[in-house]
């Protein structure tokens, strides 16, 4: 590693002046998993770390009146991962984000790794980032120029990492409310368990009156710098009740869409279009039993 | 050059560090805890596995001052005495040394039941991932009492271990979740 100063504010605006102070070699670390090892490789030399560490506001999460779900940035996956054991418990299909976030990684990693770290580190390996973008969440950033919001498709640059600015922390992440979708399920292949996906996919659906698909995104993880929506694979869900058989066409039509057959040139992007087909398939089946269930319960 | 304080197996230790200080090397170096290992140092193999107030991290891959201040569990403190000197262990002796297996975990100067579980199912050979397999076990087995062997393979994921093929530490984890259920709540404050 390279030398660098270490501070540890108590509150943002402390941590937006620091960064501030310190001018762009200063970087922000919330839990380090993905840093610290960049900067061990000396990838990454910052010349000071703001840690938020110590800045309770950022993390924990709680329902907005309108519904909403908003997650701290420096909330640690162990965290979400055991929401089911905290007061706010997370309702419906966003209990499908404390799932992934307790199936990625291992547990130690989980202790310190954040939502936001992950979301900022921005590969696009990282469950949290395909996931953000296909429930079409919205970021809320703070920095020396104010705040703003960023919806997660637009956060992430398709040629890597983000469009976050020098100086700018990452403070939100929310949630549609409940009825923004029906049904979601993540879906990822990794060859072992504490690997990072070598395909992710995510379907989310939300069922109209008459029981078919209103409105669907279909994204896709870990292929291209930044997780990137079907959306002529969505299109064809809209309208209908997907069969076995259309989940498994509807598959083909995001591998081709995703990852054409012309760009899929060595074993391993062969292997990942391959994957595409049967991740996507598989996600569009669990988030449509989902989502029936859920509208029968309620 | 910064100045931080930690507490280790109920123990302060403070001292000047430089920035780049992982809790690792704290832990190690500082503190002279070097039950702790060195495997990897880049987060994979799961040896430097220590609690943080009573959370489970790898030492390798947080900074010193990430956590100053707050209270670490190495594997020394999960028995906060030997039953008796190392060099008096032998095969031979070693009934003699230990009390009945089955009476470990009653008294404070025990075994932790995981170690005693560890050593009843033969559960390490050359013994360097074990300290990082019995932070992250003690971690898990508290949360989850009653796991499957499965569940097990899971939560020791990011542990690597070369000698043993995972079958006896799983045995071994299976046997201390027995031992520990009784006493898992109270043991989930320390």
Redesign the interface.
């Known amino acids: 590693?390279k030398?660098?100063?270490?501070h540890?504010p108590r509150g943002l605006g402390e941590a937006v002046d620091l960064l501030e102070r310190h001018g762009p070699g200063a970087q922000v670390?919330a839990g380090?998993?993905t840093l610290?090892?960049a900067m061990?490789e000396r990838l990454a030399r910052p010349s000071a770390?703001v840690?938020l560490?110590e800045v309770a506001d950022l993390r924990g999460w709680r329902y907005t009146d309108s519904g909403a779900l908003e997650i701290g940035a420096a909330t640690t996956y162990?965290a979400l991962a055991e929401a089911e054991l905290t007061g706010v418990p997370l309702r419906g299909w966003h209990t499908e984000i404390a799932a992934v976030a307790g199936d990625l990684?291992?547990?130690?990693?989980r202790?310190?790794g954040t939502i936001g770290g992950a979301l900022c580190a921005a590969d696009p390996r990282f469950d949290m980032v395909t996931l953000v973008v296909a429930l079409d969440a919205e970021l809320d950033t703070v920095g020396a120029g104010g705040g703003r919001t960023i919806r997660a498709a637009e956060f992430f640059d398709p040629v890597g990492g983000t469009v976050l600015r020098p100086g700018e922390i990452l403070t939100t992440v929310r949630f549609r409310p409940q009825d923004g979708f029906s049904g979601v399920a993540f879906e990822k292949f990794r060859y072992?368990?504490?690997d990072a996906a070598l395909v992710s996919a995510v379907c989310a659906l939300r069922l109209g009156a008459d029981g078919a698909v209103a409105d669907a995104r279909v994204t896709v993880g870990a292929v291209h710098p930044a997780p990137v929506l079907a959306t002529t694979a969505a299109d064809r869900l809209v309208g209908g009740t997907p069969t076995a058989v259309d989940t498994v066409e509807i598959g083909l039509v995001a591998a081709d869409e995703v990852l054409p057959a012309e760009q899929a040139t060595t074993s391993v992007r062969r292997y990942q279009r391959e994957l595409i087909g049967v991740l996507v398939g598989r996600a569009i089946a669990r988030s449509h039993e989902r989502a029936h269930t859920t509208t029968a319960g309620s | 050059m910064q100045t931080m304080t930690l507490t280790i197996n109920g123990t302060e230790v403070t001292a000047e560090v430089d920035e780049r200080t992982l809790l690792l090397e704290f832990i190690r170096d500082v503190a002279g805890y070097t039950g702790t290992h060195n495997g990897c140092l880049e987060a994979r193999c799961g040896c430097c596995a220590v609690e943080v107030d009573g959370d489970i991290v790898k030492s390798c891959n947080v900074l010193a001052l990430q956590v100053a201040g707050r209270s670490v569990t190495t594997v020394e403190g999960l028995a906060p005495q030997r039953v008796a000197p190392l060099e008096h262990i032998t095969t031979q002796s070693l009934a003699g040394v230990y009390r009945p297996l089955d009476a470990l975990g009653a008294q404070d100067d025990d075994l932790h039941p995981l170690q005693a579980a560890f050593h009843k199912c033969h559960a390490l050979q050359c013994g360097f991932c074990t300290p990082g397999m019995l932070m992250v076990l003690k971690d898990y087995l508290e949360d989850n009492p009653e796991p499957t062997r499965d569940e097990v393979r899971k939560a020791i994921g990011g542990n690597i271990c070369r000698c043993t093929g995972y079958q006896h530490i799983v045995d071994a984890a299976m046997e201390a979740a027995e031992n520990m259920r009784p006493v898992a709540a109270p043991a989930a404050d320390g």
């Open positions: 590693m030398p660098f100063s270490f540890s670390i380090g998993q610290l090892l061990k770390l840690s560490a162990a990684a291992d547990r130690p990693v202790t310190m072992r368990v504490f």
